[in-house]
């Protein structure tokens, strides 16, 4: 299986015969789908099913479900999850049933995901929440304190990981001081460098092992104050892979985000030389996916091995009742109100 080092979106529900055929030729390691993707679950199981046709092999197919503001599956046909900050809430007065209750609460998510074929959930986000920091994060954080978002970010991990999904980790090194929404905008973060070890980067440095990883499209101005995360080899590798000691798979976060600069290839190459392992490319627009498709590499070396490990940890979930553990998780936050 010989694949490149990207991911794909798509344009809308099902593939068109231009989007089977470039798949095809471009071999994108994986894809990742949104909203415009979906319809209600025959419809997903099917584009699933027609994208790992196009690249001939299980492809990992992604998808951002973390509960709250940010789920692409939804009503009617799927449930609307807590956000990350009820369980941290929980955790302030029982940190016990809240570990339990996103432990469980991911299964949940996990068992829709698996049903539908995919595999990855971009899920936890340890970021911290910084009352100075735009809402992009808000309550997607799991809270003010390394120690406790460390903890609740494993337990949700592992709920996936037992369903059957992959986890991703985000946004390293962090994104909860970003002023600014990095979709739109490129977010630079003052703070000092010690003080963002100690804090920010310290939730990222407990859940190093995991197998994925998302960079921040922020720049840490006292590291290095001309490149976001995403296209600093400084940030990458004394911060990431250094300090934090990440030594799984890392990819880019979006490179269609407004944050980036320059063109799609240029966007390319900078996260694959400041040390990204494989391009996200999300928004399915196919001028831009043949840009970052050219500059994207055959996957090799130890971004291939890091990929290979991950895939590895793939497993076929015993089978649960959704509906059962979400009823379990809404009686654990119902103490918190």
């Avoid at 809270?143 to 460390?150: C, D, K, W």
């Avoid at 494993?154 to 980790?169: H, I, K, Q, S, T």
């Avoid at 973060?189 to 010690?194: D, E, H, L, Q």
């Amino acid at each position: 299986m010989t694949s490149r080092a990207f991911i794909a979106g798509c344009a809308g529900p099902n593939l068109s015969a231009t989007e089977r055929s470039f798949f095809r030729d471009a071999e994108p390691w994986g894809f990742i789908l949104f909203a415009r993707n979906v319809a209600d679950p025959d419809q997903v199981r099917a584009l699933v099913a027609d994208l790992r046709e196009a690249v001939g092999w299980v492809a990992p197919v992604l998808i951002d479900q973390e509960g709250g503001r940010v789920q692409r599956l939804r009503p009617p046909h799927w449930t609307d999850d807590p956000p990350a900050e009820a369980f941290g809430s929980l955790y302030l007065s029982d940190p016990t049933a809240a570990l339990e209750a996103v432990r469980l609460n991911s299964r949940a998510i996990a068992a829709d995901l698996y049903a539908l074929g995919i595999d990855v959930d971009c899920l936890p986000c340890a970021d911290l929440r910084h009352p100075d920091g735009h809402g992009i994060i808000g309550n997607r954080a799991y809270g003010t304190e390394p120690i406790a978002v460390a903890a609740l970010a494993r337990a949700a991990a592992v709920g996936l990981m037992e369903g059957g999904v992959l986890p991703v980790l985000k946004h390293i090194p962090g994104h909860g001081r970003a002023p600014v929404d990095s979709h739109e905008k490129l977010p630079v973060v003052t703070a000092k460098r010690g003080e963002l070890e100690g804090m920010d980067f310290a939730a990222f440095r407990d859940l190093s092992d995991l197998p994925l990883g998302m960079t921040a499209h922020v720049v840490y101005a006292d590291i290095d104050p001309d490149r976001p995360a995403t296209t600093s080899l400084v940030v990458l590798s004394e911060v990431v892979r250094g300090s934090i000691g990440f030594d799984g798979m890392l990819m880019s976060d979006d490179l269609s985000m407004g944050a980036l600069a320059g063109t799609m290839e240029t966007r390319a190459r900078d996260a694959l030389a400041a040390g990204c392992d494989m391009l996200l490319h999300c928004n399915g627009k196919m001028e831009e996916m043949e840009k970052v498709a050219a500059s994207a590499p055959v996957l090799t070396g130890e971004a291939y091995a890091r990929a290979a490990k991950a895939l590895a940890l793939r497993v076929t979930p015993d089978p649960v009742d959704a509906k059962e553990l979400r009823a379990v998780v809404a009686a654990q936050l119902k103490m918190v109100g």
